[in-house]
């Protein structure tokens, strides 16, 4: 299931999946993605844009419980930027496992 982002508000998401945003007008955005106490995890976040991935995030190791990045872009107008939230990892499956924050903002 896809799941719609708002320009310049962060959506508090729980668990894997597409989070999906279509650029309004051309110019620069800022992708921002956050997740904090994440279980020792396999956690794959990709951000792409009209389904070519441009940025994955590093993978956590085991030491780690938090993971926070922010990408800039150049768009064009009804560019699709998705951000990808998957796992292999069987703790990750459960719906409160993976709790994270995603913004698109315009401007870098």
């Known amino acids: 299931m ?4 708002l ?12 989070l999906t945003f279509t650029i309004p007008t051309t110019g620069l955005y800022s992708v921002l993605f956050q997740t904090t106490e994440v279980p020792p995890s396999s956690l794959s976040v990709l951000v792409k844009k009209n389904g070519s991935t441009v940025f994955t995030a590093p993978t956590l190791t085991t030491t780690q419980s938090a993971m926070q990045f922010k990408v800039g872009l ?8 998705t951000v990808v939230l998957s796992s292999s990892a069987a703790v ?4 409160n496992n993976v709790k994270s ?8």
Do not use: K, M, R
Request: include cysteine; aromatic fraction near 6%.
């Open 74 to 81: 150049s768009l064009a107008a009804n560019d699709v930027i």
């Open 2 to 5: 896809s799941n719609y982002l």
């Open 7 to 18: 320009l310049n508000q962060p959506q508090v998401f729980c668990g894997l999946g597409t």
């Open 101 to 108: 924050i995603t913004s698109i903002e315009q401007g870098l």
């Open 92 to 95: 990750d499956n459960a719906l």
